[in-house]
Protein backbone atom coordinates (compact mmCIF):
# COMPACT_ATOMS: atom_id res chain seq x y z
CA UNK A 1 0.00 0.00 0.00
CA UNK A 2 1.25 3.42 -0.89
CA UNK A 3 0.99 6.00 1.76
CA UNK A 4 2.42 9.97 1.32
CA UNK A 5 5.17 10.10 3.60
CA UNK A 6 4.41 13.39 4.63
CA UNK A 7 0.91 12.90 6.07
CA UNK A 8 1.72 9.04 6.96
CA UNK A 9 1.75 9.85 11.12
CA UNK A 10 -2.07 11.23 10.69
CA UNK A 11 -3.77 7.67 9.72
CA UNK A 12 -4.77 5.58 12.24
CA UNK A 13 -3.40 2.20 12.40
CA UNK A 14 -6.95 0.34 12.06
CA UNK A 15 -8.60 2.54 9.00
CA UNK A 16 -5.16 1.90 7.26
CA UNK A 17 -5.83 -1.95 8.08
CA UNK A 18 -9.51 -1.52 6.45
CA UNK A 19 -7.89 -0.39 3.24
CA UNK A 20 -7.18 -3.07 -0.08
CA UNK A 21 -3.91 -2.86 -0.68
CA UNK A 22 -4.70 -1.22 -4.41
CA UNK A 23 -6.31 1.52 -2.58
CA UNK A 24 -4.13 5.10 -1.96
CA UNK A 25 -5.92 5.87 1.66
CA UNK A 26 -8.00 8.89 1.47
CA UNK A 27 -6.12 12.08 1.91
CA UNK A 28 -6.09 14.09 5.07
CA UNK A 29 -5.16 17.31 2.95
CA UNK A 30 -7.79 18.40 0.44
CA UNK A 31 -7.87 15.68 -2.45
CA UNK A 32 -6.22 16.26 -5.83
CA UNK A 33 -9.84 16.43 -7.42
CA UNK A 34 -8.45 14.56 -10.90
CA UNK A 35 -8.19 11.50 -8.52
CA UNK A 36 -11.35 9.44 -7.44
CA UNK A 37 -9.53 6.77 -5.71
CA UNK A 38 -8.91 8.65 -2.07
CA UNK A 39 -13.02 9.55 -1.87
CA UNK A 40 -13.57 5.83 -2.82
CA UNK A 41 -11.28 4.40 -0.36
CA UNK A 42 -12.96 7.04 2.31
CA UNK A 43 -16.32 5.42 1.38
CA UNK A 44 -15.22 2.21 1.60
CA UNK A 45 -13.53 2.40 5.01
CA UNK A 46 -17.20 3.77 6.48
CA UNK A 47 -18.67 0.58 4.76
CA UNK A 48 -16.08 -1.51 6.94
CA UNK A 49 -17.17 0.72 10.04
CA UNK A 50 -20.76 -0.22 9.77
CA UNK A 51 -20.47 -3.86 9.33
CA UNK A 52 -18.06 -4.20 12.33
CA UNK A 53 -19.75 -1.77 14.66
CA UNK A 54 -23.01 -3.65 14.01
CA UNK A 55 -21.32 -7.00 14.56
CA UNK A 56 -19.69 -5.88 17.44
CA UNK A 57 -23.06 -4.72 18.83
CA UNK A 58 -25.14 -7.65 17.68
CA UNK A 59 -22.54 -9.77 19.75
CA UNK A 60 -22.60 -7.56 22.89
CA UNK A 61 -26.55 -8.58 22.77
CA UNK A 62 -25.65 -12.21 21.90
CA UNK A 63 -24.38 -12.00 25.24
CA UNK A 64 -26.88 -10.89 27.59
CA UNK A 65 -29.69 -13.22 25.89
CA UNK A 66 -30.63 -15.04 22.91
CA UNK A 67 -32.22 -13.24 20.67
CA UNK A 68 -31.02 -9.58 18.67
CA UNK A 69 -33.33 -7.25 18.51
CA UNK A 70 -34.66 -5.74 15.32
CA UNK A 71 -37.61 -2.89 15.16
CA UNK A 72 -39.70 -5.62 14.71
CA UNK A 73 -39.10 -6.59 18.35
CA UNK A 74 -42.66 -5.87 20.49
CA UNK A 75 -40.45 -6.73 23.98
CA UNK A 76 -37.48 -5.16 26.04
CA UNK A 77 -33.88 -7.26 25.41
CA UNK A 78 -31.85 -8.07 28.47
CA UNK A 79 -29.16 -5.45 27.68
CA UNK A 80 -32.12 -2.67 27.53
CA UNK A 81 -31.68 -2.74 31.92
CA UNK A 82 -27.98 -3.65 32.35
CA UNK A 83 -25.87 -0.83 33.56
CA UNK A 84 -22.69 -1.87 32.27
CA UNK A 85 -23.10 -0.55 28.00
CA UNK A 86 -19.87 0.51 27.38
CA UNK A 87 -19.03 -2.13 25.08
CA UNK A 88 -22.34 -1.44 23.41
CA UNK A 89 -22.23 2.36 23.41
CA UNK A 90 -18.96 2.80 21.72
CA UNK A 91 -20.35 -0.02 19.07
CA UNK A 92 -23.13 2.01 18.25
CA UNK A 93 -21.45 5.21 18.42
CA UNK A 94 -19.05 3.98 15.44
CA UNK A 95 -22.26 2.80 13.49
CA UNK A 96 -24.50 6.03 14.13
CA UNK A 97 -21.78 8.19 12.74
CA UNK A 98 -20.81 6.03 10.01
CA UNK A 99 -24.26 5.64 8.65
CA UNK A 100 -24.49 9.47 9.32
CA UNK A 101 -21.54 10.03 7.08
CA UNK A 102 -22.22 7.72 4.51
CA UNK A 103 -25.68 9.22 3.81
CA UNK A 104 -24.25 12.50 4.09
CA UNK A 105 -21.72 11.95 1.05
CA UNK A 106 -23.62 9.97 -0.84
CA UNK A 107 -26.99 12.07 -0.62
CA UNK A 108 -28.04 15.25 -2.38
CA UNK A 109 -26.74 18.18 -0.04
CA UNK A 110 -30.37 19.57 -0.72
CA UNK A 111 -31.61 16.46 0.65
CA UNK A 112 -29.57 16.41 3.43
CA UNK A 113 -30.31 19.96 4.64
CA UNK A 114 -34.05 19.29 4.19
CA UNK A 115 -33.92 16.28 7.10
CA UNK A 116 -31.79 18.14 9.12
CA UNK A 117 -34.12 21.35 9.41
CA UNK A 118 -37.85 19.67 9.52
CA UNK A 119 -37.68 17.82 13.48
CA UNK A 120 -41.28 18.55 13.75
CA UNK A 121 -41.98 15.40 15.80
CA UNK A 122 -40.33 16.07 18.98
CA UNK A 123 -43.19 18.34 20.41
CA UNK A 124 -45.65 15.95 20.62
CA UNK A 125 -43.70 13.03 21.40
CA UNK A 126 -44.62 13.47 25.17
CA UNK A 127 -48.00 14.49 24.88
CA UNK A 128 -49.38 11.41 22.78
CA UNK A 129 -50.98 8.89 25.01
CA UNK A 130 -50.93 6.43 22.14
CA UNK A 131 -47.63 4.50 23.70
CA UNK A 132 -49.77 3.40 26.68
CA UNK A 133 -52.71 2.37 24.40
CA UNK A 134 -50.86 0.30 21.55
CA UNK A 135 -49.31 -1.68 24.38
CA UNK A 136 -52.71 -3.24 24.92
CA UNK A 137 -53.29 -4.38 21.63
CA UNK A 138 -50.05 -6.28 20.25
CA UNK A 139 -51.42 -7.34 16.77
CA UNK A 140 -52.20 -3.36 16.12
CA UNK A 141 -55.18 -0.93 16.34
CA UNK A 142 -56.22 0.42 13.65
CA UNK A 143 -56.48 4.18 13.28
CA UNK A 144 -59.95 4.54 13.59
CA UNK A 145 -60.46 2.99 16.92
CA UNK A 146 -57.31 4.44 18.00
CA UNK A 147 -58.17 8.21 17.68
CA UNK A 148 -61.37 7.48 19.16
CA UNK A 149 -59.40 6.15 22.43
CA UNK A 150 -57.27 9.19 22.09
CA UNK A 151 -59.82 12.07 21.16
CA UNK A 152 -57.58 13.06 18.38
CA UNK A 153 -58.58 13.07 14.70
CA UNK A 154 -57.77 10.09 12.75
CA UNK A 155 -56.47 11.72 9.65
CA UNK A 156 -53.60 13.34 11.46
CA UNK A 157 -53.19 11.35 14.25
CA UNK A 158 -51.70 8.53 11.36
CA UNK A 159 -49.86 11.03 9.77
CA UNK A 160 -47.73 11.55 13.47
CA UNK A 161 -47.39 8.00 14.20
CA UNK A 162 -46.16 7.45 10.54
CA UNK A 163 -43.57 10.26 11.45
CA UNK A 164 -42.76 7.85 14.26
CA UNK A 165 -42.71 4.64 12.16
CA UNK A 166 -40.02 6.45 9.84
CA UNK A 167 -37.47 5.89 13.14
CA UNK A 168 -38.65 2.65 14.11
CA UNK A 169 -40.87 3.81 16.30
CA UNK A 170 -44.38 1.73 16.37
CA UNK A 171 -45.16 -0.49 13.62
CA UNK A 172 -47.63 -0.12 10.93
CA UNK A 173 -48.65 -3.47 10.91
CA UNK A 174 -50.98 -2.79 7.91
CA UNK A 175 -52.19 0.48 6.16
CA UNK A 176 -53.23 2.43 8.82
CA UNK A 177 -52.92 -0.09 11.41
CA UNK A 178 -49.75 0.46 14.29
CA UNK A 179 -48.99 -1.74 16.79
CA UNK A 180 -46.34 -0.59 19.37
CA UNK A 181 -42.41 -2.17 19.60
CA UNK A 182 -39.38 -2.23 21.42
CA UNK A 183 -38.99 1.48 21.10
CA UNK A 184 -42.69 2.99 21.89
CA UNK A 185 -42.42 0.73 25.05
CA UNK A 186 -39.47 3.06 26.37
CA UNK A 187 -42.37 6.31 25.89
CA UNK A 188 -45.23 4.90 28.00
CA UNK A 189 -46.12 7.42 30.66
CA UNK A 190 -44.27 4.60 33.73
CA UNK A 191 -40.90 4.92 32.49
CA UNK A 192 -38.62 7.91 33.93
CA UNK A 193 -37.40 8.50 29.79
CA UNK A 194 -40.70 9.91 29.36
CA UNK A 195 -39.67 12.78 32.00
CA UNK A 196 -36.73 13.23 29.99
CA UNK A 197 -37.97 13.64 26.77
CA UNK A 198 -40.81 15.97 28.21
CA UNK A 199 -38.14 18.38 29.14
CA UNK A 200 -36.54 18.35 25.62
CA UNK A 201 -39.77 18.81 24.17
CA UNK A 202 -41.74 20.89 26.10
CA UNK A 203 -38.56 23.76 28.10
CA UNK A 204 -36.11 23.64 26.00
CA UNK A 205 -37.86 24.19 22.86
CA UNK A 206 -39.46 26.71 24.07
CA UNK A 207 -35.72 28.24 24.85
CA UNK A 208 -34.53 27.12 21.62
CA UNK A 209 -37.55 29.14 19.68
CA UNK A 210 -35.13 32.28 20.69
CA UNK A 211 -32.08 31.19 20.64
CA UNK A 212 -31.29 33.71 17.52
CA UNK A 213 -33.31 36.47 19.38
CA UNK A 214 -30.85 36.29 22.61
CA UNK A 215 -27.95 36.43 20.10
CA UNK A 216 -28.83 39.49 18.73
CA UNK A 217 -30.29 40.77 21.83
CA UNK A 218 -27.65 43.20 22.91
CA UNK A 219 -28.67 42.39 26.79
CA UNK A 220 -28.64 39.03 26.26
CA UNK A 221 -25.62 38.51 23.55
CA UNK A 222 -22.56 38.76 25.00
CA UNK A 223 -23.24 37.53 28.52
CA UNK A 224 -22.67 34.33 29.96
CA UNK A 225 -24.73 34.34 33.35
CA UNK A 226 -27.13 32.55 34.30
CA UNK A 227 -30.13 35.03 34.36
CA UNK A 228 -29.44 35.91 30.18
CA UNK A 229 -30.01 32.32 29.12
CA UNK A 230 -33.08 31.77 26.26
CA UNK A 231 -35.29 30.15 28.77
CA UNK A 232 -34.97 32.78 31.49
CA UNK A 233 -35.55 35.19 28.58
CA UNK A 234 -38.55 33.25 27.43
CA UNK A 235 -39.94 32.85 31.34
CA UNK A 236 -39.57 37.01 32.01
CA UNK A 237 -41.89 36.99 28.72
CA UNK A 238 -44.47 34.89 30.43
CA UNK A 239 -43.99 37.63 33.57
CA UNK A 240 -42.07 35.00 36.05
CA UNK A 241 -39.23 35.62 37.97
CA UNK A 242 -36.18 34.20 38.98
CA UNK A 243 -33.67 31.27 37.50
CA UNK A 244 -34.36 27.97 36.39
CA UNK A 245 -34.45 26.65 39.49
CA UNK A 246 -36.76 29.25 41.03
CA UNK A 247 -38.72 28.06 38.76
CA UNK A 248 -38.38 24.44 39.36
CA UNK A 249 -39.25 25.17 43.03
CA UNK A 250 -42.48 27.14 42.49
CA UNK A 251 -43.75 23.99 40.45
CA UNK A 252 -44.11 20.75 41.84
CA UNK A 253 -45.65 18.84 39.23
CA UNK A 254 -42.24 20.11 36.88
CA UNK A 255 -40.05 19.90 39.48
CA UNK A 256 -40.83 16.31 39.87
CA UNK A 257 -40.48 15.62 36.22
CA UNK A 258 -37.25 17.32 36.66
CA UNK A 259 -35.70 14.44 38.45
CA UNK A 260 -37.25 11.46 37.10
CA UNK A 261 -35.93 12.55 34.14
CA UNK A 262 -32.77 12.76 35.96
CA UNK A 263 -33.22 8.80 37.35
CA UNK A 264 -33.29 8.40 33.38
CA UNK A 265 -30.21 10.01 32.56
CA UNK A 266 -28.63 6.99 34.22
CA UNK A 267 -29.93 4.39 31.16
CA UNK A 268 -30.30 7.07 28.57
CA UNK A 269 -26.46 7.88 28.64
CA UNK A 270 -25.17 4.88 30.08
CA UNK A 271 -23.69 6.67 33.03
CA UNK A 272 -24.71 4.13 35.56
CA UNK A 273 -21.69 2.21 33.56
CA UNK A 274 -19.45 4.56 36.84
CA UNK A 275 -20.83 1.67 39.39
CA UNK A 276 -18.71 -1.38 37.38
CA UNK A 277 -15.95 1.39 36.46
CA UNK A 278 -14.38 2.88 39.62
CA UNK A 279 -13.07 1.65 41.97
CA UNK A 280 -15.59 1.81 44.79
CA UNK A 281 -14.28 -0.90 47.25
CA UNK A 282 -11.45 1.65 47.67
CA UNK A 283 -13.77 4.31 49.15
CA UNK A 284 -15.90 4.19 52.46
CA UNK A 285 -18.06 7.33 52.29
CA UNK A 286 -19.46 9.48 49.07
CA UNK A 287 -20.59 12.88 48.99
CA UNK A 288 -23.19 13.42 46.33
CA UNK A 289 -23.51 16.77 45.44
CA UNK A 290 -26.92 17.55 43.93
CA UNK A 291 -28.23 14.96 44.62
CA UNK A 292 -31.80 14.96 43.30
CA UNK A 293 -33.86 12.28 44.72
CA UNK A 294 -30.89 9.78 44.23
CA UNK A 295 -30.50 8.83 40.63
CA UNK A 296 -27.19 7.62 41.12
CA UNK A 297 -26.76 7.16 45.08
CA UNK A 298 -29.72 4.92 44.82
CA UNK A 299 -28.14 2.33 42.01
CA UNK A 300 -24.80 2.91 44.06
CA UNK A 301 -26.33 2.43 47.52
CA UNK A 302 -27.48 -1.17 45.74
CA UNK A 303 -24.34 -2.05 44.10
CA UNK A 304 -22.03 -1.39 46.77
CA UNK A 305 -23.57 -1.77 49.93
CA UNK A 306 -20.69 -0.99 52.23
CA UNK A 307 -21.06 2.35 51.23
CA UNK A 308 -22.20 5.41 53.23
CA UNK A 309 -23.61 8.11 51.76
CA UNK A 310 -25.14 11.63 51.59
CA UNK A 311 -27.01 12.81 49.71
CA UNK A 312 -27.00 16.99 49.33
CA UNK A 313 -29.00 19.38 47.65
CA UNK A 314 -31.69 21.74 47.99
CA UNK A 315 -34.72 21.31 50.74
CA UNK A 316 -37.35 21.07 48.75
CA UNK A 317 -35.51 17.89 46.39
CA UNK A 318 -34.34 16.28 49.65
CA UNK A 319 -38.17 15.97 51.03
CA UNK A 320 -39.34 14.41 47.52
CA UNK A 321 -35.71 11.97 47.82
CA UNK A 322 -36.97 10.71 51.14
CA UNK A 323 -39.83 9.23 49.58
CA UNK A 324 -38.25 8.09 46.38
CA UNK A 325 -35.61 5.91 48.52
CA UNK A 326 -38.59 4.38 50.98
CA UNK A 327 -39.94 2.98 48.06
CA UNK A 328 -36.71 2.06 46.11
CA UNK A 329 -34.17 1.32 48.76
CA UNK A 330 -35.75 1.16 51.99
CA UNK A 331 -32.83 -1.49 53.19
CA UNK A 332 -30.42 1.60 52.79
CA UNK A 333 -32.32 3.28 54.89
CA UNK A 334 -33.17 1.05 57.57
CA UNK A 335 -29.43 0.49 57.95
CA UNK A 336 -28.64 4.34 57.74
CA UNK A 337 -26.56 3.90 55.12
CA UNK A 338 -27.56 7.18 53.51
CA UNK A 339 -27.95 10.66 55.20
CA UNK A 340 -30.04 13.76 53.77
CA UNK A 341 -28.79 16.90 54.31
CA UNK A 342 -29.75 20.28 52.84
CA UNK A 343 -27.18 22.11 51.02
CA UNK A 344 -27.04 25.34 48.59
CA UNK A 345 -23.84 24.67 47.01
CA UNK A 346 -23.41 28.68 46.26
CA UNK A 347 -23.24 29.20 50.00
CA UNK A 348 -21.82 27.08 52.05
CA UNK A 349 -19.54 23.83 51.63
CA UNK A 350 -21.18 20.51 51.75
CA UNK A 351 -20.45 17.92 54.49
CA UNK A 352 -16.37 17.76 55.38
CA UNK A 353 -13.86 14.51 55.41
CA UNK A 354 -15.82 12.29 52.40
CA UNK A 355 -13.96 9.82 50.25
CA UNK A 356 -15.80 11.16 47.33
CA UNK A 357 -17.32 14.15 46.37
CA UNK A 358 -19.40 13.16 43.52
CA UNK A 359 -21.18 15.70 40.89
CA UNK A 360 -23.02 14.07 38.30
CA UNK A 361 -24.76 16.57 35.50
CA UNK A 362 -24.01 19.43 38.30
CA UNK A 363 -21.13 21.81 36.57
CA UNK A 364 -22.56 21.30 33.26
CA UNK A 365 -25.86 23.88 34.80
CA UNK A 366 -23.36 26.55 35.43
CA UNK A 367 -21.26 29.56 33.29
CA UNK A 368 -17.74 29.66 34.55
CA UNK A 369 -17.98 31.54 37.05
CA UNK A 370 -20.83 30.03 39.30
CA UNK A 371 -19.27 26.61 38.89
CA UNK A 372 -15.95 27.90 40.15
CA UNK A 373 -17.72 29.11 43.22
CA UNK A 374 -19.54 25.61 43.63
CA UNK A 375 -15.56 23.76 43.27
CA UNK A 376 -14.04 26.56 45.61
CA UNK A 377 -17.03 25.27 48.05
CA UNK A 378 -16.35 21.67 47.96
CA UNK A 379 -12.58 22.34 48.32
CA UNK A 380 -13.12 23.67 51.81
CA UNK A 381 -14.66 20.52 52.59
CA UNK A 382 -12.35 18.12 51.13
CA UNK A 383 -9.34 16.96 53.16
CA UNK A 384 -5.97 15.21 51.64
CA UNK A 385 -7.94 11.57 51.15
CA UNK A 386 -11.38 13.56 49.53
CA UNK A 387 -11.50 12.57 45.45
CA UNK A 388 -13.66 15.05 43.83
CA UNK A 389 -15.66 12.88 40.56
CA UNK A 390 -16.90 15.21 38.13
CA UNK A 391 -18.80 13.17 35.92
CA UNK A 392 -19.98 15.25 32.81
CA UNK A 393 -20.18 14.99 29.03
CA UNK A 394 -16.48 15.35 27.72
CA UNK A 395 -17.02 17.66 24.39
CA UNK A 396 -14.13 17.86 21.54
CA UNK A 397 -13.18 19.58 18.08
CA UNK A 398 -14.24 18.27 14.99
CA UNK A 399 -11.08 18.94 13.60
CA UNK A 400 -8.09 16.04 13.29
CA UNK A 401 -5.02 17.05 15.60
CA UNK A 402 -2.00 15.79 14.67
CA UNK A 403 -0.66 16.78 18.19
CA UNK A 404 -3.40 14.24 19.97
CA UNK A 405 -4.33 11.08 20.85
CA UNK A 406 -6.36 10.61 17.51
CA UNK A 407 -9.66 9.26 18.79
CA UNK A 408 -12.50 7.91 15.77
CA UNK A 409 -10.89 5.62 13.25
CA UNK A 410 -10.42 7.83 9.97
CA UNK A 411 -12.33 8.69 8.08
CA UNK A 412 -15.27 9.33 10.67
CA UNK A 413 -15.12 12.67 12.45
CA UNK A 414 -12.03 12.79 15.13
CA UNK A 415 -14.91 13.60 18.11
CA UNK A 416 -17.21 10.34 16.44
CA UNK A 417 -19.57 13.02 15.28
CA UNK A 418 -23.13 12.26 14.77
CA UNK A 419 -22.03 8.81 16.95
CA UNK A 420 -21.87 11.01 20.12
CA UNK A 421 -24.30 13.87 18.82
CA UNK A 422 -26.07 13.95 22.08
CA UNK A 423 -22.96 15.71 24.10
CA UNK A 424 -23.11 18.45 21.79
CA UNK A 425 -26.97 18.98 21.52
CA UNK A 426 -26.81 18.61 25.74
CA UNK A 427 -23.99 21.45 24.80
CA UNK A 428 -26.96 23.95 23.73
CA UNK A 429 -29.42 22.70 25.97
CA UNK A 430 -27.43 24.00 28.82
CA UNK A 431 -26.74 26.53 26.61
CA UNK A 432 -30.57 27.34 26.32
CA UNK A 433 -31.63 26.48 29.92
CA UNK A 434 -28.84 27.83 32.11
CA UNK A 435 -26.77 29.84 29.41
CA UNK A 436 -24.11 27.44 30.67
CA UNK A 437 -22.09 24.83 28.74
CA UNK A 438 -20.66 20.83 28.29
CA UNK A 439 -16.58 21.38 29.00
CA UNK A 440 -13.69 19.83 26.75
CA UNK A 441 -10.59 18.12 29.16
CA UNK A 442 -9.04 21.08 29.05
CA UNK A 443 -11.64 23.75 29.95
CA UNK A 444 -12.40 21.11 32.92
CA UNK A 445 -8.51 20.96 33.53
CA UNK A 446 -8.30 25.06 33.51
CA UNK A 447 -11.94 25.27 36.16
CA UNK A 448 -10.79 22.75 38.51
C1 LIG B 1 -29.04 18.46 36.49
S1 LIG B 1 -29.52 18.06 38.13
C2 LIG B 1 -28.40 16.74 38.47
C3 LIG B 1 -28.92 15.87 39.54
C4 LIG B 1 -28.07 14.61 39.84
N1 LIG B 1 -26.71 14.92 40.21
C5 LIG B 1 -28.09 13.67 38.66
O1 LIG B 1 -27.10 13.58 37.94
O2 LIG B 1 -29.12 13.05 38.43
C6 LIG B 1 -28.89 19.40 39.07
C7 LIG B 1 -29.15 19.29 40.56
O3 LIG B 1 -28.55 20.43 41.21
C8 LIG B 1 -29.43 20.82 42.27
N2 LIG B 1 -29.18 22.24 42.63
C9 LIG B 1 -29.47 23.33 41.89
N3 LIG B 1 -29.10 24.45 42.55
C10 LIG B 1 -28.54 24.04 43.71
C11 LIG B 1 -27.95 24.73 44.82
N4 LIG B 1 -27.86 26.07 44.83
N5 LIG B 1 -27.46 24.00 45.84
C12 LIG B 1 -27.57 22.63 45.83
N6 LIG B 1 -28.11 21.91 44.81
C13 LIG B 1 -28.60 22.62 43.78
C14 LIG B 1 -30.80 20.60 41.68
O4 LIG B 1 -31.81 20.56 42.65
C15 LIG B 1 -30.62 19.28 40.94
O5 LIG B 1 -30.90 18.19 41.74
Not at 166 to 183: P, Q, Y
Not at 232 to 244: D, M, N
Not at 394 to 414: C, F, H, K, T, Y
Given at each position: ?????????????????????????????????????????????????????????????????????????????????????????????????????????????????????????????????????????????????????????????????????????????????????????????????????????????????????????????????????????????????????????????????????????????????????????????????????GSVSIPLSKAHPHLKITDQDLPEVLEAARSVWEKEAFE?????????????????????????????????????????????????????????????????????????????????????????????????????????????????????
Amino acid sequence: MSMPPAHSRLYSRSFLSMLPDAITPFPYLPPDATDTRPLLAELEALLEIINSSARLAITEYKKHGNNVPTIYSTEFHPLDFATDTVALKKAIRLLEDACQQLCASLAPPQHTLANVSRVHHRQYVTQLTTHDILEKYPSGSHIRELSQTVGLEKGKLARILRVFAFKGCFIEVDTDVFASNRLSLIMKSSNDCGCLTCIHAQDVSQGAGVLYETLTEPEYAMSYEPDKAPMIYVLKRKGLKGSFFDWMKADAKRRENYHYAMIALGPVMGSLSILHHYPWNDVATVCDVGASVGSVSIPLSKAHPHLKITDQDLPEVLEAARSVWEKEAFEALREKRVEFLTLDFFKEAPVPGKDVYYLRHIIHDWPDAEAAVILRNISKAMEPHSRLLIHNYVIAGANRRPDEEQRAPEPMLPNFGAGDSRKYRQDLNMWILHNAKERTVDDQITLA
